[in-house]
């Protein structure tokens, strides 16, 4: 009697196990595991981590296919970036998921990513240009950079800009190759830049000269010789960089 009571209680514990089993492999999410481990062995911050996982998790089962799949996890990590104020590079993140570039303007759409603006990116880059007054040039270019439209750039390629006319304003001798290296961008798209910008601060001048008002310095850059003409902001022979 013993020994069927005994028996009895094994076959329930064992089958108890096999539900339990079951249980977890209905809720185990390999997918989104293994998108968590990607991230982390990015080297993000754990918020951007959190919240990328968040909206993958939230918006994976309403759409379908592998392609957009893949384009959805690379915009989450963008819109998690971009939320927090991490300069996160459209080609970093597409380096991680290389699938995603294929549907990625679906993806999106869907979860609603906004443009990154240049502000994002100027202490990132800011810190790899080697001079003195860092600080200066980072204050006087996130104010230049208030107002400023992307006109289709990249916002890197305008926060290179926004920059380079920031350290050429404080008296800075620093290259235009060096900005543009700093930013991770060629120094033709900078100095295509520098000629919109002006452009841009002109238009925005002549607007406040109409309403009785002056220029405010915001939105544009100062055009000198450097921004106009037929070479767009190209450099002068200068020491350093």
């Known amino acids: 009697m013993r020994r069927e009571v005994s028996l009895s209680r094994v076959l329930e514990r064992r089958l108890r196990a096999v539900r339990l089993r079951v249980l977890d492999r209905r809720s185990y999410d390999r997918d989104l595991y293994s998108y968590r481990v990607r991230l982390k062995s990015a080297c993000l911050p754990r918020h951007v981590v959190a919240e990328a996982v968040r909206l993958y998790s939230a918006w994976k089962r309403r759409v379908k296919g592998r392609s957009l799949l893949s384009a959805l996890k690379v915009a989450a990590l963008l819109k998690a970036s971009r939320a927090y104020g991490y300069p996160l590079y459209l080609r970093r993140a597409l380096e991680m998921f290389p699938s995603g570039r294929h549907r990625l303007t679906e993806a ?55 920059i380079y006319q920031s350290c050429r304003t404080l008296g800075l001798k620093v290259t235009l190759r060096s900005v543009a290296r700093a930013a991770g961008v060629s120094e033709s798209s900078v100095r295509c830049a520098l000629s919109a910008l002006a452009r841009f601060k002109s238009a925005t001048d002549r607007d406040a000269g109409k309403r009785g008002g002056g220029p405010d310095g915001e939105g544009g850059l100062h055009g000198d010789a450097d921004a106009g003409g037929k070479r767009g902001g190209g450099e002068e022979p200068q020491a350093g960089g």
């Open 108 to 162: 999106l759409s869907i979860l609603g990513v906004e443009p990154a603006r240049p502000e994002t990116f100027i202490p990132l880059i800011v810190s790899r240009i080697p001079i003195q007054a860092r600080h200066e040039v980072l204050v006087e270019s996130l104010r230049r950079a208030r107002g400023v439209s992307l006109q289709g750039r990249k916002p890197q390629v305008v926060a290179a800009a926004v």
